[in-house]
């Protein structure tokens, strides 16, 4: 299959799109992707306000203890693991200017793995190091036939090795924004899909 013409609707859908997250600068954006995991971007954006409105910089963030906060993210999974790894980050970076915009930089810093360093690089339009791989992007790509693969690294090199570099950004919340819209978890919405011509799953489905 000749992956990068199959997935040319796709990204004619998709492509450019903003992420979900309701972000202003590159310091609200690192702070909700690293609530955001495990979590509901709706979720995140409505505790967003309050969150930015105590601590509108980093540098403000950096004076403050983890506990200082709980009132704001305790409905966030993983809540106080959080606050100790944005007020680490907080104090390491130290001004909203100096947050990182590589790979190595950005997964160096508390909390932030591949998924979430794929995000910031691709929302502060830094050249793709990756592909993001989301829970949505987990269940889309093995659907399409992409690949069998079930790990978020194994997806994200086979999605690396079908795609050119200059996709990589919007390929992944390409994938994300179709598995939130339409190949959805039960009850997909294959009939609107525009991938349906090459997807193994309409194709069994239909059987």
């Given at each position: 299959m000749d992956w990068l013409s199959a997935l040319q609707p796709l990204f004619t859908k998709y492509k450019g799109r903003k992420h979900p997250l309701d972000y202003h600068n590159r310091y609200e954006l690192i702070v909700l992707v690293i609530l955001s995991s495990q979590m509901t971007d709706d979720r995140i954006n409505a505790l967003a306000p309050a969150f930015f409105g105590r601590y509108p910089t980093l540098k403000?963030?950096?004076?403050?203890?983890?506990?200082?906060?709980?009132?704001?993210?305790?409905s966030v999974r993983g809540s106080k693991k959080k606050a100790r790894w944005l007020v680490d980050i907080a104090k390491s970076v130290g001004d909203d200017e100096k947050i990182p915009r590589t790979m190595d930089t950005l997964t160096a810093l508390a909390g932030i793995g591949r998924k979430s360093a794929n995000v910031i690089i691709r929302e502060s339009g830094e050249k793709a190091e990756g592909v993001i791989v989301d829970l949505h992007v987990l269940r889309v790509v093995p659907r399409l036939g992409i690949t069998r693969e079930d790990k978020p690294e194994k997806i994200e090199q086979k999605l690396m090795e079908v795609l050119p570099q200059e996709l990589w950004n919007d390929a992944g919340m390409s994938f994300s924004f179709l598995g939130r819209e339409l190949c959805r978890p039960t009850d997909p919405r294959c009939e609107e899909c525009p991938l349906n011509p090459v997807c193994a799953y309409y194709r069994k489905s239909r059987k």
């Open positions: 403000s963030l950096a004076a403050a203890q983890p506990e200082d906060f709980y009132d704001i993210i305790r």
